[in-house]
């Protein structure tokens, strides 16, 4: 399983520790990843996302999943996500 956000793609970074006597060693910093379901109201049903914290508060400012895939670009999203996001389009367009 990957270390990437399914909704805002955010993944691994890399830095430093730095020690008290400026010694340098490599690491990687991981993005804080938890796995929610997430309900979509056009859909009527829920969705099993790997998401980060950050991501999981911006979905909830915005209102909710569908409002959240509505205005997210396809290349943060993961490929199960843009699939959710062409169910919602279809969903709304049919109704």
Same mark, same amino acid.
């Given at each position: 399983?990957?270390?990437?956000?399914?909704?805002?793609?955010?993944?691994?970074?890399?830095?430093?520790?730095?020690?008290?006597?400026?010694?340098?060693?490599?690491?990687?910093?991981?993005?804080?990843?938890?796995?929610?379901?997430?309900?979509?109201? &056009?859909?009527?049903?829920?969705?099993?996302?790997?998401?980060?914290? $950050?991501?999981?508060?911006?979905?909830?400012?915005?209102?909710?999943?569908? &409002?959240?895939?509505?205005? $997210?670009?396809?290349?943060?999203?993961?490929?199960?996500?843009?699939?959710?996001?062409?169910?919602?389009?279809?969903?709304?367009?049919?109704?």
């Amino acid at each position: 399983m990957s270390r990437r956000c399914e909704l805002t793609g955010k993944g691994p970074m890399s830095g430093n520790n730095v020690s008290h006597a400026n010694n340098k060693t490599r690491r990687r910093f991981l993005p804080n990843l938890q796995d929610v379901s997430l309900q979509s109201e &056009a859909l009527g049903r829920s969705f099993k996302l790997r998401v980060s914290s $950050a991501a999981l508060r911006s979905v909830d400012h915005r209102g909710g999943l569908d &409002a959240y895939l509505a205005r $997210a670009k396809d290349d943060e999203l993961s490929e199960n996500a843009l699939k959710i996001k062409r169910g919602l389009a279809k969903a709304q367009s049919a109704a």
